[in-house]
């Protein structure tokens, strides 16, 4: 199943896509719901509520589908608008490790994306004035479905709404000329983030999907989450240590290697690229460049 966020009248809403259709949550479940993270907070069952309301089938019926609209008629805003944090891991492929001649972490790397740079699909990355070498980061996101605190790796799964794309898009002379990474990270819509939430029933297994990134029509990544040096049942469970993780949180899991910043010579973006990233079974993110100006 997939969610999905779009407007109706006039108001941003949850949906899932149906048919090439998207289905609004407050149609279907007869109740307003504007938030995400607020149904899967109030919903334990989410995915069993949503399917109830569907007849447990994943068939549009025409009663559903007189309050729908059509895909390719529908702007898609990122899944979850606001999310209460955006967690990131650094250097969590041994691809990316190796191009930086670093040696795998005993420890995953954390820092931050602030929520203001969300951006969603076909939305355009702006390349700020106080950068000049912005470069892109191809990453597995996952949303996370309830609290969770001290959980231990064999079941942190069970805390996993869905997986998506995040670009963690960075500015590189920024991230570098500091000692932390966060404001090189968190320019605004230094995080497109969609199309959409794929359940995580859908992907039980999220440590084999291909991923690949390109810039215009240049392929810049391509490997799979199986590379990964800590997975997303690692990741889980060791965040959850030192802080809840809490209903619509998203993690970026890393990126693999690629990145143009550290290609010879390196590639960053300038206005009029175009991106574009794809995770099997989850599908594709694009988003155009522009100056500030």
């Not at 479940?29 to 938030?35: G, H, K, P, T, V």
């Not at 898009?169 to 920024?174: F, W």
């Not at 490997?223 to 970026?252: K, N, R």
């Not at 990145?259 to 989850?282: A, C, M, Q, S, T």
């Amino acid at each position: 199943m997939r969610f999905v966020m779009a407007a109706k009248e006039g108001r941003l809403r949850p949906g899932i896509l149906l048919s090439s259709r998207v289905v609004f949550l407050s149609d279907l479940l007869r109740e307003e719901i504007l938030d995400l993270p607020k149904f899967l907070s109030e919903t334990p069952d989410a995915i069993k509520k949503t399917l109830e309301a569907l007849g447990n089938t994943h068939t549009l019926s025409p009663r559903n589908e007189a309050g729908s609209s059509r895909l390719e008629e529908t702007r898609l805003h990122p899944p979850v608008l606001r999310p209460g944090k955006i967690v990131c891991i650094g250097q969590n492929y041994k691809g990316h490790l190796a191009e930086q001649s670093l040696k795998p972490h005993k420890f995953p790397v954390i820092f931050a994306k602030w929520p203001s740079c969300i951006i969603g699909q076909n939305e355009a990355v702006v390349l700020p004035k106080a950068s000049k070498k912005v470069d892109i980061e191809a990453e597995l996101a996952v949303v996370i479905a309830k609290k969770a605190k001290n959980v231990p790796k064999e079941r942190a799964l069970e805390y996993v709404f869905g997986y998506s794309i995040l670009n963690d898009v960075s500015a590189r002379d920024v991230q570098y000329a500091e000692t932390q990474w966060v404001r090189g990270k968190s320019f605004d819509t230094f995080a497109p983030f969609g199309p959409w939430i794929v359940t995580a029933d859908e992907i039980p297994d999220p440590s084999g999907l291909g991923i690949r990134s390109w810039i215009n029509d240049t392929l810049m990544q391509e490997a799979s989450t199986a590379d990964m040096a800590f997975g997303v049942p690692e990741i889980v469970a060791y965040l959850s240590e030192c802080f809840t993780l809490e209903p619509g949180d998203v993690i970026a899991t890393g990126t693999p290697g690629g990145v143009g910043h550290f290609r010879n010579p390196p590639v960053y973006l300038k206005p009029g690229d175009r991106i574009r990233i794809e995770i099997e079974r989850i599908g594709t993110l694009e988003n155009p460049v522009r100056s500030e100006d």
